[in-house]
Structures are given as structure tokens and as C-alpha cells.
């Protein structure tokens, strides 16, 4: 895999909207690294690789951007080392868009003993317990350190339900944070930041969040605290919220979201970008997500079954091998079973948002999301019948 020619992309970041359909749009960001269409979907590489698959792989199921994550990174190898080896991009080889996470959703998530206050958060490593400090100017410096095409703000992340003043504080310091992070940053010629939107499930703090983060001019906005325990219809409702009070010409990143339905359901909102370790995770685990819905190979009923997960996908792995052959590899822990889910899963995902471009191109998204619902709906009642 090659370095694209430095005149093959802009030199700028830059974004476009190509067709609407109602609120639901198709475009494409540009940038030095390459064109990402949208809406995109963003593989999850928390730790320099997304796991089970080679980076050509990747590449070739249509994924324009992969993510990377500074929490992981900053602990091993370190971003300093990172950089000293040539930055992540030659690291993993990958030449391509790379969008890296600030850490301070894992910061809260994974760290023990950790001390927020205004000036960031210190924390021990859930990997051997060495005591760090990780404040917004040095997680855009680790993110500078890392080579990453878009570096998101340090936040911090409140898991729902919490009570108010609890998701007001967290929204108000992630502001503070938001503007230090842009002091930082500064100006990086075909690079960008994106800005957090916080706030919980509280409406007016949502909307006083995105309209602070409007007035900074970023290059882009992403929506964070969902998908961490509140129901499908918060998460959405949130987004209807929040969408209205941001530009249309910047792109819109709800991050860590989600499953395929959450993803038809966020694009017709209006979002343009998505990660989520489901598809890989969920491969690791036994699960496929297919044109006929969700399948779990650990189930007993696919141990004679000798046809494909998706006897039409272009993906080898969901073509070339039986349920039968990969309930075995499940059942046996086999590595090659987890690479072979994964591998189709990732495909899957990349193929949903395909076509969810152009049923947005074309007018009829709508269609195409009731078409696909239909279709997983019909597969589970033969499966059950």
C-alpha cells in the first residue's frame, strides 16, 4: 500500500454536500490524506490496528478513515516513540485519513483512581498502574505527536442516567476545555479539530453546548455522551435537538454509535460520520451482521447448515465458507473464526453505508432503510419459524 501522490487531494480540509434527502445528506471531506465520502463509517483501530484485520483489508471494503485512540496509544508504544518511528499513519500502514479519539472517554471508563478538576485529569493505567496526567493541551500535543488527520477535544464523558448538575458541570468543563484545546491546536494546514458536543439527555444544555462550540469555528462537530446507557429514542432525540443549532456546512460525527439500525436512523438525522468496535467486537464474539440480520454462530442450529452468511456479498468471508464450517471455528475458539466474522462484519457495515448513499443521491433513503429492516425482519421469523 502507497503513499497517495501529494497532488492527488487537497491541501485544505474541506467539505462538501453533495444531495439531501429531507434532513439526511451525502458528501465528502477532503483532505491531504484522501477523500472520505460520507456518510462514513469509521473502523475502530483503538491501538494502531483494527483487530483481526490487515490495514489492505480495510482499505479495500471501502473504509475511507480509520480511528485511533490517544488513551491506548499514549500508554504503548507512547507518542513520543510514535513519533520518533515516523507517526502513526507509517506505523500501521495506513496512508490514509486517520480521525484519533481525545482518550477522556477510556480516561473515565478504564482508569483507576483517577482525579478530574480544571486543569485535566490525572489517572492511573489500567495496563501497569504508573500514574499519568493528561490535561487539553497535551492530548491535542499527543494527537499532533501521533500525526492524525482529525483530533477531537479532551471532554469529559458522563455516563447516563445522571442527574443534572452532574451532566451541567461536565458540559460547562468540557467547553473550557474545548477553547484550550483550540488554543492548542491552532492553525494546521489540512488538518482539523473537531469540538464535542455534551450535555447528556438534557436538551437546553445540548443546545448551549453546540451553539458555545459553533462560536470557537471549528472544522467540524461531533455529538459525544450517547450510546454510554440511554435508550435509542434519547440518543435520536438528542441528535434532533442538537443537529438544527449546527452548521451545515461542517461535518457532524456522533461518536460511538452504533449498531446498523442506530446508523440508518442517525444518517436520516443528518450525521455524517460514526465509530463503534461493534462490528469488530461483535465478531470476536461469534456475531455476523448480514443482509438477513444479525446471526449468532454459537447457536446449535447452524452446526449442519452448509450455506454462506450471504451467498450474494462480494466479501469472502461471508460468501466462501459455510455456517457450519464457521459455528466450528466458534465453538473451537479458533482464531481464524474471529478473523472471518470480523472480516464480514466490516464489510457489512461498509456495504450499509454505501447504500445509504446512494438512496441519498437517489431521494430514498427512506425506502432503502425500510427495505433493509424488512429484510432482517422476514430472515428472523424463518429462522424462528
Not at 480540509?13 to 445528506?25: I, L, S
Not at 516513540?81 to 477522556?104: K, V, Y
Not at 491552532?186 to 439527555?201: C, L, S, Y
Request: hydrophobic share 40%; glycine share 10%.
Amino acid at each position: 500500500m502507497s503513499e497517495p501522490a501529494p497532488a492527488a487531494f487537497p491541501q485544505n480540509f474541506t467539505f462538501r454536500v453533495d444531495a439531501t434527502d429531507g434532513t439526511a445528506r451525502t458528501g465528502a471531506i477532503s483532505m491531504p490524506r484522501g477523500v472520505i465520502r460520507t456518510p462514513a463509517f469509521m473502523p475502530v483501530g483503538t491501538a494502531a490496528t483494527v483487530k483481526a484485520m490487515y490495514p489492505g483489508q480495510v482499505r479495500d471494503l471501502g473504509a475511507d478513515v480509520v480511528l485511533g485512540n490517544t488513551y491506548h496509544l499514549m500508554l504503548r508504544p507512547g507518542p513520543e516513540r510514535m513519533a520518533r518511528l515516523g507517526g502513526l499513519h507509517h506505523f500501521m500502514n495506513w496512508p490514509h485519513p486517520i480521525l484519533t479519539d481525545s482518550g477522556g472517554f477510556q480516561v473515565m471508563s478504564l482508569s483507576a483512581l483517577r482525579k478530574l478538576d480544571e486543569q485535566g485529569v490525572t489517572f492511573r493505567s489500567h495496563v501497569d498502574g504508573s500514574t499519568h496526567h493528561m490535561s487539553p493541551e497535551r492530548s491535542i500535543e499527543i494527537q499532533g505527536l501521533l500525526g492524525s488527520d482529525i483530533q477531537m477535544q479532551l471532554d469529559e464523558c458522563v455516563r447516563l442516567p445522571a442527574d443534572h448538575d452532574t451532566i451541567e458541570k461536565a458540559m460547562r468543563l468540557s467547553l473550557r476545555w474545548a477553547e484550550r484545546c483550540r488554543v492548542q491546536f491552532g492553525e494546521q494546514p489540512g488538518k482539523a479539530m473537531f469540538g464535542i458536543v455534551q450535555g447528556g439527555d438534557v436538551p437546553a444544555l445540548r443546545v448551549e453546548s453546540a451553539r458555545a462550540l459553533v462560536d470557537l469555528d471549528l472544522k467540524g462537530y461531533a455529538i459525544g455522551g450517547l450510546a454510554v446507557g440511554e435508550p435509542q429514542d434519547v440518543m435520536l432525540a438528542m441528535i434532533e435537538t442538537v443537529a438544527p443549532h449546527l452548521p451545515q456546512a461542517k461535518p457532524r460525527y456522533l461518536m460511538g454509535v452504533g449498531t446498523p439500525d442506530d446508523l440508518m436512523r442517525s444518517v436520516a438525522r443528518g450525521i455524517d460520520m460514526f465509530d463503534c468496535v461493534m462490528p469488530t467486537r461483535a465478531g470476536r464474539h461469534g456475531l455476523a451482521y448480514t443482509r438477513h440480520g444479525r446471526i449468532n454462530l454459537r447457536n446449535a442450529r447452524h452446526g449442519e447448515d452448509t450455506r454462506p452468511l450471504d451467498e450474494a456479498s462480494s466479501c469472502p468471508a461471508a460468501r466462501d465458507y459455510s455456517r457450519a464450517y464457521l459455528h466450528h471455528l466458534v465453538r473451537t475458539d479458533e482464531i481464524l473464526g474471529m478473523m472471518l466474522l470480523t472480516w464480514n462484519n466490516l464489510a457489512y457495515y461498509q456495504e450499509l453505508m454505501a447504500g445509504m448513499r446512494a438512496a441519498i443521491a437517489a431521494g430514498r433513503l427512506a425506502d432503502f432503510c425500510d427495505e433493509t429492516r424488512d429484510a432482517w425482519a422476514k430472515a428472523e421469523a424463518e429462522r424462528n419459524a
